[in-house]
């Protein structure tokens, strides 16, 4: 392949994967001015109310303890919005995979990528929450374009496998998004990493979501660098699970005619 | 427009269930007992050349279907050889691959660019998409209001924006209202004189008479005759 016709079709793929989550956003928002307001005030239906009420109600230990949980529901609704989406996806596209010839793994990116739009708009509630307890930023701010990469890593690599699991067991799907929801619980969502024992703590560090929910404490709440363990681990994990899923993904997706009906 | 040329080789498809008699992938059917398969096709030949119209004919679940979603991409042959020269365009299930929860315009611009157009020609090609589709305001209302008329009317002229060079056509055109048919003829016949393809299916052998010279009758996922048109439908009606 040359390199000009490489190009002409990655930049087909691209229009393509834009296309397919700008149908998405469409179906979610709806057209027209109002849609920006309901892309802002979405994330504070899904999750502001309990960070109201852990912030201004419920008088809880810790620094900042709104904008400690803020740190771990935000990176966390990208993940679980992006597999509640991706299990999904597949069946919700069956009358185009049923009519026409495309590439079929650009489907679960496309959850990505309109998760992650989505989740832009969640960032408001950090800002909100270092307003409420008056953390100024700091320079460790630097350091969140490389956590929302890590974020966004790992949401792409469970999109894949849960892409897979939608198609194969859709049956399972509640259940699957249960499984994801319970990983919160097994990480450090309500409390800060260092708020557990020592082995709960060790326990604790082979969840990825741990060293992503300390990342966003440490670059947001704490102002300090996050370690590179708190960052390479979970993306690592993103992209193993990219290397393992992708090639199934792609070797199943021509199945995906027959199932989806 | 490109040359079209149709080969199929000793194509088959496989449909593989479970326990439930629901369809699974391989994947699934290597982890679980009780795996039943049925063909969907199997070992079917042919080949059809540039200017040819052919009509699919056969009782329901005899593979017309499945043969023109392999035709269009849509499956990949589990054994065989199949090539596929050409452009397509393709009208195949009653849905017309349209999303309900988006309007015709925001249909029209999403399978223009699924079928390889870049976004800003998906983007001009909207009004004669509309136009074409004859839909007038309803082209601006989500799709989950339109009748299977209007879907197959707007899948159609997304698909003939495509420019294709095989135009594949299931039992869907059947829900198009006279004046629209005339227009899916008038395509068909300028695709066969440009050299190109016509494939369809389906039940209305009069307007399959249209569009076709030449006729393939599957029965269990076979071929059964291959040959003229008014020839093969004949010993189709005339076989109990």
Known sequence: MTSASLFAELRSELNVLVTLAQADLRARYGRGGFRIVKWLLDPFALLGIYLILVTFVLDRPGTAPGLSLACAIVPFQLVMATVTNATGAIHARESIILNMKFDRSLIPAATVLTETVAFVASLSMIALMMIAYRVEPTPALVWYPAVFVVNVALAAGIAYPAALFGLWFRELRVFAISLVRAMFFLAPGLVPLAAASSTAESVLRFNPLTGLFEAYRDVFLFGTSPSAFDLLYPLGIGLVLLAVFVPVYRSEQAQFAKVVE | MSAAAITADGIDVRFLFDRYRRVITPTIARLRGHVTEAWGLQDVSFSIGPGEGVALIGPSGSGKTTLLRLLAGVLAPDGGRLVVQGQIGSLLSVKAGLLPTLTGRENAELLAVLGGLSRAEARSS???????????????????????????????????????????????????????????????????????????????????????????????????????????????????
């Open chain 2, 126 to 240: 909207i009004d004669r998409i509309r136009e074409e589709s004859r839909l007038g305001d309803a082209f601006e209302r989500p799709v989950s209001a339109f009748s299977q008329g209007m879907r197959a009317r707007l899948g159609f002229a997304v698909a003939n924006q495509l420019e294709p060079s095989i135009l594949l056509l299931d039992e869907v055109h059947e829900a198009l209202d006279h004046e629209f048919r005339d227009e899916v003829d008038r395509v068909a016949q300028r695709i066969l004189s440009q050299g190109g393809i016509v494939v369809a299916a389906g039940h209305d052998h009069a307007m399959l008479a249209r569009l076709s010279t030449r006729a393939l009758l599957l029965r269990g996922g076979r071929i059964e005759e291959d040959g003229e048109f008014a020839s093969v439908r004949a010993d189709y009606l005339n076989e109990p």
